[in-house]
DNA sequence: CCGCATCCGTTTCGATACTG
DNA sequence: CAGTATCGAAACGGATGCGG
């Protein structure tokens, strides 16, 4: 059953914190900024979570208005998690929380980067050339495809296949991560296969980073 | 001994809820966001919260950076808690927590409400006439004494008897928080003697309320 | 009194196994 | 796929103790 304890402080903070404060509740948060994700996609985005832990948290956040669980009609018929409007306000926190994070003296770890949180950080900080034309890419992470659509000098990030797209890249969170960061490491990426271009030409592919 | 659970993921925002996010951390954050605390006064503002999990929050966000120990020089040779910069750096997220608590459907509760946050919202939102004169209030909420002085614009929040002061109050923080909502409670206050003017006159008191 | 340290019962977490 | 069941380990919360 659903953790039920609570700061019993009337301030504003502590009632946030006791809706969102338990454990994993933020990044279960943070996955789902992307969109509805399955229970089964936010396990495996979240190593470390119990399924257990998962089902408590879901639980907690659907009854404190930050997710709605809903099964999606046939002939899909899954269940997908999805933030409500109150869960997508949490966006600029968990942003600015990530901001704060790097900024701290990190001890050089070498540890695994989520993928979401690095598209998070690309659909934050890529500002397209509003004259650019419409260009969609579908990119492989983690063994899981994303939709990345760059239109009118905006940035979409979408869980999942796109219909059609000008360029297929597959690549892992860190390079991608690294990429983004310092564009000039492209050709060393696709050299070393750890950037890997599907279809489309490079110079489409190379676009994606020069934003 | 401390905490050494981590959610094993270079997130930067895993990595900040490494370092922030387990259970009374923000809030002990909160208290500090006034100023330098002692460990019996931190205790006291968080009822709820055990001295040994108060000592290894402490220490926690000590070697994180967030918080620094020092022993005040004699003849206090108290230990006091004070926020780093980078522990400042957490008050606009830690504010915009609050007004998304605030948000939030809450179910009518009367819980006790922390005379910190009040003092935090009142310091967020106030912004005094610049032209007005400098006054300092001598505010005691909950037992304890804070000097609140407005001047040229600015609020400055902080704890202990101020050297001199233009009024003195007397009120606990859910009468202080709903002067501020509605300054015209005022007079009813003073009524029921939730609110006491100690010294200085009513306009001077009644002038905080108007900011 | 203040700033903890120690002990101890309860809750939560994390891992593995299992089910409709 | 979307969860439950179970269980040992860790964290929490309260009480008490203790040196300065």
Known sequence: MPTMR????????????????????????RELLL???????????LPGVSANL??????ELEV?????????????????YELTGSGRELEPIILALGQWGQRMPGPADRRPLSATSVLLYLRSVCRPDPAEQRTVYAVELDGRTWTIATSQGTVTVESGEPPQHDSRLRTDPETLNALLADPSLFEAAL???TLVIDS???????RLFSL
Not at 37 to 44: E, I, M, N
Not at 54 to 59: K, M, P, W
Not at 64 to 80: C, E, I, Q
């Open 54 to 59: 998962l089902t408590d948290r879901l639980r």
């Open 35 to 45: 969109g509805a994700q399955r229970f089964t996609d936010l396990r495996r985005a």
């Open 64 to 80: 404190n208005g930050v997710v709605t669980r809903s099964t999606l009609p046939p002939p899909a018929a899954s269940v997908v």
């Open 191 to 193: 050299d070393d296969r």
């Open 6 to 29: 609570s700061y019993r402080d009337g301030c504003a903070i502590a009632r946030a914190l006791d809706a969102i404060g338990e454990r994993w509740a933020l990044l279960v948060v």
């Open 200 to 206: 489309g030409d490079a110079a489409t592919g190379r």
